[in-house]
T-cell receptor
């Protein structure tokens, strides 16, 4: 079974600085998708960024970018120019290609942004 | 609607009672998922509906849990004879394709 591991239960960053959240996963599949979701206190999961495993180029979305290392099964999220509104729980998630489309989540990293 | 709607937002129930949680997906989304999130934990997959196919129930933790979905519309998650360990936030999501998962704000269930 696929598993997703986030080794940092909590992280903090100063406003305007850069922070990197770690994620590793275990799978025997070659085609799959990876996601980072943000969960503010409102509880709603918000998609931050996604990556297709067949793409070598790292995904970027404005201040958010990933470092996808397929061989190492690593998928870290970099947040640049951190803002107070970035404070939330961040979850890494995996979905395999085909079959059931369920997402497998890590346990999350709580990000605090200090003014 | 514009988003995934879940009701109730919060539910407090006595141990042993049955509860029903409701999810209204985005219109036209063929896939619907239920997840459970215990305090301080990630999301645990419960069940997945895709169109008229048989649902994937592999994540349901016990036979006290069941879910239904009529066509591509509303889904209800039912928990019978609730236990304290059922206390959690129950999140619903719907999607039309590989990427477009949209989550609701969840139902916080507290069993006392």
């Amino acid at each position: 079974a696929q598993t997703v591991t986030q080794s940092q239960p909590e992280m903090s960053v100063q406003e305007a600085e850069t922070v990197t959240l770690s994620c590793t996963y275990d799978t025997s599949e070659s085609d799959y998708y990876l996601f980072w979701y943000k969960q503010p206190p409102s509880r709603q999961m918000i998609l931050v960024i996604r990556q297709e495993a067949y793409k070598q180029q790292n995904a970027t979305e404005n201040r958010f970018s990933v470092n996808f290392q397929k061989a190492a099964k690593s998928f870290s999220l970099k947040i640049s120019d951190s803002q107070l509104g970035d404070a939330a729980m961040y979850f890494c998630a995996y979905r395999r290609e085909g079959g059931s489309e369920k997402l497998v989540f890590g346990k999350g990293t709580k990000l605090t942004v200090n003014p | 609607g514009a988003g995934v709607s879940q009701s109730p937002s919060n539910k407090v129930t006595e141990k042993g009672k049955d509860v029903e949680l409701r999810c209204d997906p985005i219109s036209g989304h063929t896939a619907l998922y239920w997840y459970r999130q215990r305090l301080g934990q990630g999301l645990e997959f419960l069940i997945y509906f895709q169109g008229n196919s048989a649902p994937d129930k592999s994540g349901l933790p016990s036979d006290r849990f069941s879910a239904e979905r009529t066509g591509e519309s509303v889904s209800t998650l039912t928990i019978q004879r609730t236990q304290q360990e059922d206390s959690a936030v129950y999140l619903c999501a719907s999607s039309l394709d590989t990427y477009g998962y949209t989550f609701g704000s969840g139902t916080r269930l507290t069993v006392v």
